[in-house]
């Protein structure tokens, strides 16, 4: 019986050998822990920075989209600019058309007072040729009628430099009144024309500005749309990430409580082992001391 106890004892030496062995990779599995919470926490920074990484893409979409109202509100102000100048531009072609046919008018009235003046130099030459001849017939007859000596070629002169006076101070005064016309023309044509030159240059440069601001709004939208895209790509890598890393947090979790539970259970059958052990360690010595007894008799 004491042997066999013994035999018994050494096989729960045995065991409790191997359950220490256990025992140890179930310590071992303990220090597990730190690594698992470590690989945790890096996954939980690489959560935390995919996040920033996010909301600071964000943050740039919407700089991106506060510049292009802004461009949008300079092209819109830009084609009003323009509106208004081509507005402008062709009030100053109704003007300049005013003045052009206004200018095809005076100068109607210029060649037709010259007509007049003409024709008027063309009368009173013709009047003072017949005044002459009447003169000179009356003076014919005068002398032979009565022998006065009146002085008609000095009469004649007076009325003929009267005349050419009347008609040189008319075509002066004709020829001054359509030179100031033409003078006022010419200058209020040339104020329409550069106002004109002024406002086709206003339009080109309009036009090239809103080349410009255009050109700038594409790429602002092409810079927008890079944008969104990355973010997007960063939206869908943070997500699997975050997936990845849930996946791998639970299957670490389940590892975990896994090995919570298997080193409980090997605990629980070491304390039952022990316990076993010290119950045979006792009747061991039990039967020791009454084989002692026996002998001692």
Not at 59 to 64: C, G, M, P
């Amino acid at each position: 019986q004491v042997r066999f106890l013994e035999q018994q004892n050494r096989v729960l030496e045995t065991k409790w050998k191997l359950l220490q062995e256990q025992g140890g990779v179930g310590v071992g599995g303990r220090s597990l822990d730190p690594f698992f919470e470590t690989y945790i926490g890096g996954l939980r920074k690489q959560l935390d920075c995919l996040s920033s990484e996010k909301i600071q893409l964000e943050s740039e979409l919407k700089n991106f989209q506060d510049m292009v109202e802004d461009f949008k509100t300079k092209y819109e102000e830009e084609i009003n600019k323009r509106t208004a100048a081509e507005n402008d531009f062709v009030l100053l072609k109704k003007d300049v058309d005013g003045v052009y046919m206004t200018k095809v008018e005076l100068q109607g009235k210029s060649d037709s007072l010259l007509d007049e003046i003409n024709f008027l130099k063309c009368l009173y030459e013709a009047e003072l040729c017949q005044m002459q001849k009447t003169v000179s017939d009356t003076s014919v007859v005068l002398t032979m009628d009565n022998n006065r000596n009146l002085d008609l070629d000095s009469i004649i002169a007076e009325v003929k430099a009267q005349y050419e006076e009347i008609a040189n101070r008319s075509r002066a005064e004709a020829e001054a009144w359509y030179q100031t016309k033409y003078e006022e023309l010419q200058a209020t044509a040339g104020r329409h024309g550069d106002s004109l030159r002024d406002t086709k240059m206003e339009i080109s440069e309009l036009n090239r500005g809103i080349q410009r601001i255009r050109a700038e709004i594409e790429s602002v939208k092409k810079q927008v749309r890079t944008l969104q895209t990355s973010i997007a790509d960063a939206e869908q890598r943070g997500e699997a990430a975050l997936k990845d890393a849930r996946a791998k947090l639970a299957e670490l979790e389940t590892g975990l409580q896994k090995s919570k539970q298997d080193l409980a259970q090997q605990l629980r059958e070491y304390q039952e082992l022990m316990n076993v052990k010290l119950a045979l360690d006792v009747e061991i010595m039990t039967y020791r001391k009454l084989l002692e007894g026996e002998e001692c008799r």
